[in-house]
């Protein structure tokens, strides 16, 4: 059973649980989704809502229900918040199912969920029982209130050992990801690095267009003032392209009317995505905050599309300085710029980077791999789970 509570606006994370779940049926396996949205929220009193993100008795009996009526090996939960509540684990374990957990972001650690606070990296809250730092600054939506609610489940839930006792595995989608839990307490025999895979392979392209290109949200977290600065400097030497949006468009479009080379095309579908990776000369990430799992740049290593990212956390390991793609130093605008001439001025290496990058996407990141890794998650959490029956819960360790 593959289990899901989708935000209000739709994610990264709505995509890996649908892909997941289509991936196992296709491949003969028996499964069932068990999806709420956060839409449920509208209508409920702050009161209400805050409860129920702790421990949501109507989710309680409907998951009861439908795990007795499916009866699950595997539960497999992708985000729990903020109506179903980490009481999923425990109906789950009422059924001596397995349960594995993907850790899409760093929400366990961080109510923000990104690490990320006043335009910088910020693990003030990493191994503290008590999140204080996150609701001090209102880290979550902008408010000290709606921060101590998801403080609050954390706190509640480790008292009560659910993330300890109830989880048998969890799934980091990068080494860098797996350490920063480890940092925390969390047992390495329990972390287990399974990256998100690409359900649809757009084929490689010929990288001819003659840009480079930007794919992402137009947030703060995605480095856009040191993306623009560096094409200040770049010009029309490699024209960009900047698709996306978010509460920066305007900024950006503002700011590029005044800039040689530079063109926002907005949002774009997934074909029209794909294809614009596919002609780009190269892939530019300018991130400043920990990315879970850039699927950016698995798209353009799908596509045969090198890949310029900064040295920042999982960006580091996701992208093979020299291999695949290079790596210039995060915030730097100048830095970004020489990296961009570097690989522009030595074609062959680029190249050869393109051969590297399809490579690296059919290794890691394509559908026949993501199915391997769920397969070896759900025979390792089931082990856990019956050593765990044997043996009791384990100590406590965090």
Known sequence: MIVHNSYQQRGGEDTVFEAEYELLRRNGYDVAKYHVSNDELEGLSRWEAGRNAIWNPSQVRDLDAAMRDFEPDVVHVHNTLAVISPAVYHVARRYECATVHTLHNYRLLCPAATFFRDGAVCEDCLGKAVPWPAVKHGCYRGSRAATSVVASVLVAHRLMGTFREKVDLYLALTEFARAKFMDAGFPSSRLMVKPNFLAGDPGVGRGDGGYALFVGRLSPEKGLATLLTAWERLGARLPLRIVGDGPLESWVRDRAETMEGVTVLGALDHTGVAEQMKDAVMQVVTSEWYEGLSMVAVEAFAAGTP????????????????????????????????????????????????????????????????????????????????????????????
């Open 307 to 398: 890949v310029i990212a900064p040295r920042l956390g999982a960006l580091e390991e996701v992208v093979t300085e020299g291999h695949d793609g290079v790596h210039f130093n995060a915030g730097d605008a100048g830095s970004l710029a020489e990296a961009v001439l570097d690989l522009l001025g030595d074609p062959s290496r680029l190249a050869a980077m393109r051969q590297a990058a399809r490579r690296t996407f059919e290794a890691r990141y394509s559908a026949e791999v993501g199915l391997r890794g769920l397969e070896r998650a759900y025979v390792r959490a089931t082990e856990l789970a019956s050593a765990k029956r044997r043996h009791g819960p384990p100590a406590r360790s965090r």
